[in-house]
């Protein structure tokens, strides 16, 4: 494994309307990104407000790419070019550096950056410190419930991808779990400050000690795009 701080390689997670997956997909093919990962994902927002607010619908399609942090801030640039992300409902993404990786993918990412044309211009983004990405798993099911902990600790709203746990004997030894296979995935960005209230919910509510099983973590955002745009006092609605 290759320690993050030799140099730089970032994770940018993309979350957008489903009716902009072809220029979202598109957009990586053109690019020629050196890792990508595509898949469908769903909002948690209820019905009725996509349809006063105009947010599209509820599913959504993710990316989630690793490359060199200089490869992130052109293609943010492009992103930013080709779908507008400050109107509300369309997207948000964001990017996280990495602390470790194999050497093989790295090398490929470091290959990338040596073959693509960097422009110089600069963007106004977020700066890195305000945000974190909580990630939990939980059982299949109960994407709600973690929700509904999510908001009532002040989160605006948040991403479900279904996924496939796989246990181990170690995690029954020691955590006295029987691992089911179908998981949620739930991604929800959210301001420092609200971080730990929000996880402190999470757990509460859906945690190890209850039936959904749930585990979270956080982790720092760096370049934020299209979070915050949205409307305030919204529930009056």
């Known amino acids: 494994m290759i320690d993050g701080s030799e140099a730089r390689l970032e994770a940018l997670i993309t979350i957008v309307d489903y009716s902009l997956a072809d220029v979202l997909s598109n957009l990586y093919k053109n ?3 050196p890792i990508c990962l595509l898949t469908h994902g769903y909002g948690s927002a209820t019905s009725v407000i996509y349809d006063i607010l105009g947010y599209g619908g509820p599913k959504k399609m993710v990316a989630i790419s ?5 490869i992130s801030n052109y293609f943010v640039k492009q992103l930013n070019s080709h779908i507008d992300l400050v109107k509300p409902g369309t997207g948000i993404a964001f990017t996280i550096g990495l602390s470790s990786i194999g050497s093989v993918l790295s090398t490929i990412c470091r290959q990338a950056d040596e073959n693509i044309k960097i422009g110089s211009e600069d963007m106004a983004i977020t ?4 945000y974190h990405l909580i990630v939990t798993i939980v059982n299949s099911g109960y994407f709600e419930q973690v929700m509904e902990a999510a908001k009532n600790a002040g ?3 948040g991403t479900l991808v279904h996924a496939r746990g796989l246990g181990s004997k170690e995690a029954m030894k ?4 029987t691992i089911q296979p179908e998981k949620d995935l739930v991604l929800i960005l959210t301001p420092r400050e609200k971080k730990h209230a929000i996880m ?4 509460h509510n859906v945690g190890l000690h209850t039936a959904g099983m749930g585990i979270c973590f956080s982790l720092p955002a760096d370049h934020v795009l299209g ?5 305030d006092h919204k529930n009056e609605l």
């Open 174 to 177: 020691y955590l006295g779990i």
């Open 127 to 130: 700066s890195k410190d305000p």
């Open 200 to 203: 402190e919910s999470i757990v």
């Open 227 to 231: 979070f915050g745009t949205g409307i």
């Open 66 to 70: 690793i490359q060199t942090q200089n």
């Open 31 to 33: 690019h020629t990104m």
């Open 155 to 157: 989160a605006t709203g």
